[in-house]
């Protein structure tokens, strides 16, 4: 069959492009009766903030704190932590660049390690290598939805005395060995922002192991009432200031937040009804890798969906392959976030943004952590279907895939 790419028709009439969040009944009803009411901002752990916190906490059995962002609630567990000027915290490179930035304000030293191949999540054996006498803590991101290696991370942390972070903003209701992520490390932060399965169009939580923990996070970002109700030790004292920043979740993003979190795991097995099936298709064209589940470990929102490519898939240059499966009408393109030792933040000698101060991050060259590089170049991004109606589309993707795996000789001959 000719690609439509190259004249042919494409196998989709219609382009699929891939939409979230989908708002039901419930989100409009749950901000429309807080606009109705004018409950618009809150001082303490009240309203909706409240209900929200309420849930998690049940859910992780931890003290929870709703703020503004995912990247808050980072910057407020490494804030509460300690991590500071002369500090070295090891972070994965295959992330977002939330996971690791906040670090930036601290003025702890930013150690990028490599990543597992099957996973592309932080490998503790590169941890390992790369702990010291300056380092203090670990960060783990559960990358697309897909568990770290919690034991072996566990061991690493516990061995040298340093703290662990787990970043869950891609792993909503994800597990390792039946235990749900966010409930492993010192602190855990989770990102409520519109693409996620649990959104509030921007929000995010922080969980958090002990209470002093969880105070010094609300000194940060909160005071006066919220401060005073939160803290019980010696912290309170600093209640009437708080510590100088403003991380309070509106209402609304509240509101919305908690309906969705009713709604994840409906919308989780929902996702993996469909991603399931689609693997199992893919993997039966060859040089096709879906995303590995390891055992042991369920995806829970499974954030993403990266497909890799080898073997014949390699030939043609990427583009032209991404180019190829949108004109069969596919909704798919290179992931968005590179390797962070890539960036302009992590490969140049000086960063001006920095006045009176260096940037606090070991310098990069491409090649240093190269499995994060070949997961890289080899990955596509592939839309997250999950509702009974994308039936169809699971198919129709798949067929694609089958349409230009047989025409990939047709593009080697194209970009000659």
């Known amino acids: 069959m000719t690609l439509a790419l190259l004249g042919g028709s494409p196998s989709l009439r219609d382009p699929h492009h891939f939409s979230w969040p989908r708002m039901t009944p419930a989100h409009v009803a749950a901000v429309t009766g807080l606009v109705e009411q004018a409950e618009l901002s809150y001082y303490g752990r009240e309203g909706q903030v409240a209900v929200l916190e309420d849930e998690w906490s049940r859910r992780l059995g931890r003290p929870t704190l709703a703020v503004t962002s995912g990247t808050a609630a980072l910057h407020s567990a490494f804030f509460a932590l300690g991590a500071g000027p002369g500090d070295e915290v090891i972070c994965p490179t295959n992330t977002f660049l939330a996971t690791v930035m906040p670090l930036a ?45 919690m034991d072996l991370l566990q061991a690493v942390v516990e061995r040298h005395g340093l703290w662990l972070v787990e970043d869950c903003s891609h792993a909503h209701g994800s597990t390792f060995r039946g235990q749900e992520v966010g409930t492993f490390g010192d602190a855990a932060a989770f990102s409520f922002q519109s693409a996620k399965l649990v959104f509030a169009g921007q929000g995010g939580l922080l969980a958090s192991r002990e209470a002093v923990t969880h105070e010094r996070a609300v000194l940060l970002g909160h005071f006066r009432v919220r401060a005073a109700q939160d803290c019980r030790s010696d912290l309170a004292r600093y209640a009437s200031t708080g510590f100088g920043l403003n991380y309070r979740m509106h209402p609304l993003a509240a509101a919305l937040a908690h309906v969705s979190t009713l709604q994840m795991d409906e919308l989780i097995a929902m996702r993996h009804e469909r991603l399931s099936r689609l693997s199992q298709l893919l993997g039966q064209i060859p040089g096709l890798v879906p995303p590995v589940t390891r055992d ?58 920095f006045i009176n101060r260096e940037a606090s991050h070991a310098r990069y060259r491409p090649g240093e952590l190269p499995v994060s590089e070949r997961i890289w170049d080899e990955s596509l991004s592939l839309p997250t279907l999950t509702f009974p109606e994308d039936e169809s589309l699971v198919d129709a993707y798949a067929a694609a895939f089958a349409k230009v795996y047989g025409e990939l000789g047709a593009l080697v001959a194209k970009s000659a």
């Open 105 to 149: 304000q601290t003025g702890a030293r930013i150690v990028l390690a490599d990543v597992e191949e099957d996973t592309g999540n932080i490998d503790p054996r590169h941890v390992e290598q790369l702990v010291n006498e300056r380092t203090v803590g670990v960060v783990a991101t559960h990358l697309w939805g897909h568990p770290c290696s």
């Open 296 to 353: 042991q470990c369920t995806r829970g929102a499974f954030y993403g969906y990266k497909l890799r490519l080898q073997g014949r898939w390699l030939l043609p240059p990427r583009d032209l392959v991404v180019d190829a499966l949108r004109a069969e009408g596919l909704d798919v393109g290179r992931p968005g976030s590179a390797p962070l030792h890539t960036t302009a933040f992590f490969t140049d000698d000086d960063v001006p943004v």
